[in-house]
């Protein structure tokens, strides 16, 4: 029997199952778990951790009884609380950057300050921890602006303001009413920029880096990106926005230096780190760090990658990612989420679901991944949050894998079902352009 390797994801959503299917599209052999996982993953062979473990101690002790050879995290808020450091001082592999430098999400004050510091590009901004001080600088330089928290707030915590009252509001809901806790204990308040929006996703071992295809995510509900914020409604991969010439100016004016800078703060970053950046007039500008796979996005970029990927993310746990190999196939990946009626705000769970298994059966170019669903007895999916599946597909061009995507989501059944039909519309009208 061939020796297996045994990996344990942390998290529960649609981008931990991407990272599950991506892990088992390679040869290698792997006992896979997942705390605390989903219905899909554990429908693609992971075992899932039932038990609710009190704190990232009690989960490294069981990595640690269990022999497992590496840990990757999906979620923000275990990275921000320290599950790195708790796993390394046992001993055990984890991909993930630390709880230091977990910081460049977990404190938009620490990001903001790390760009004005080391002359990386982003919008102008100030820090304020008092409602009154916030409300003066306001006063002086006007509207449209963006409110921020600076804490983790579910993804929910910067508020694009038009017009001084909006702004007003967001700084009482935040200083008065406390909506996001201790998040907003110190606000950003930031220039609004004006451009069109792309992911960049940086694999590194704390020096080398590897570049993943640059997506385009989809936040608001409604087509024609109108209505309320999501957590995101689709993705697609490679964006065409992003050309040669602007990445080679992201990699020197923002990629290297901010890997730079990480060390020089004592903060050498490992992982995954996400940059979202702001395609402006005058050039490339960082709008947020995330310490984690953005979702969707990693729906739609995951299946792009050819090579051992488990071998890319123990070599960036460890320090040697120059070694590995690296291979991105020279395709388009589409990803569309269906989502329950009425999300992001009150919606119903317990629908059923049908039609997955057809979505994707005996299709080598189409993935449909788990986000908000719970197993009824031994086959039956409901739906059980607000996004509920992804379904993603590849192709030799955008316009194909778009065509298959939405062809499987036709497939998928639910009362309620919501997505957004045009995805990836910005970038097939970029290449026919």
């Not at 708790?86 to 630390?98: A, D, Q, S, W």
Request: proline share 5%; charged share 25%; net charge negative.
């Amino acid at each position: 029997m061939d020796f297996m390797d045994s990996v344990l994801i942390v998290g529960s959503g649609g981008r931990e199952h991407a990272i599950q299917k991506a892990l088992l599209r390679t040869d290698r052999p792997l006992c896979m778990y997942a705390y605390p996982g989903n219905p899909g993953l554990a429908h693609d062979g992971c075992m899932l951790l039932e038990k609710t473990l009190d704190g990232w101690a009690e989960l490294a002790q069981w990595a640690l009884e269990n022999e497992i050879d590496l840990t990757i995290v999906g979620p923000e808020i275990p990275l921000v609380e320290g599950i790195v450091d708790v796993f390394e001082e046992k001993g055990l592999t984890i991909f993930g950057p630390n709880s230091k430098a977990a910081r460049i999400e977990g404190s938009k004050q620490f990001s903001k300050e790390l760009m004005k510091n080391y002359d990386i590009p982003t919008a102008a901004f100030e820090v304020f921890t008092d409602k009154k001080s916030a409300l003066d600088y306001l006063e002086s330089h006007g509207a449209p602006i963006v409110v921020k928290a600076s804490g983790l707030a579910a993804g929910k915590g910067a508020i694009v303001c038009n017009s001084k009252e909006e702004a007003v509001s967001a700084l009482t809901d935040m200083f008065d009413k406390r909506i996001f806790g201790d998040a907003a204990n110190s606000v950003v308040l930031e220039e609004m920029m004006t451009g069109e929006e792309a992911s960049i996703f940086v694999l590194t071992d704390g020096k080398d880096y590897k570049l993943l295809p640059i997506s385009q995510d989809h936040k608001p509900i409604g087509e024609g990106d109108t209505g309320p914020n999501t957590g995101g409604m689709g993705a697609y991969a490679p964006a065409p926005l992003v050309d040669d010439a602007l990445l080679h100016r992201v990699e020197k004016n923002i990629i290297a230096p901010t890997l730079d800078a990480m060390r020089k703060e004592g903060a050498a970053y490992k992982g995954l780190l996400y940059v979202g950046i702001m395609v402006a007039d005058d050039g490339p500008k960082v709008v947020e760090y995330n310490c984690r796979f953005g979702d969707p996005e990693t729906q739609a970029v995951l299946p792009l990658v050819n090579c051992d990927l488990y071998d890319v993310f123990y070599r960036c746990a460890t320090g040697k990612l120059g070694d590995a190999r690296w291979e991105v196939l020279p395709k388009s990946c589409a990803t569309v989420v269906c989502a329950s009626k009425g999300y992001p705000g009150p919606y119903e769970k317990g629908k059923q679901i049908s039609g997955i298994d057809k979505a994707e059966y005996n299709k080598p170019n189409v993935d449909v991944y788990h986000a908000g669903t719970r197993l009824v007895g031994d086959d039956t999916f409901v739906t059980n949050g607000g996004r509920v599946l992804s379904v993603s597909a590849w192709d030799d061009t955008l316009e194909g894998a778009l065509s298959a995507a939405y062809d499987a989501v036709d497939q998928i059944q639910f009362e309620g079902k919501t997505c957004r039909n045009d995805i990836g519309a910005k970038g097939v009208a970029r290449i026919k352009k």
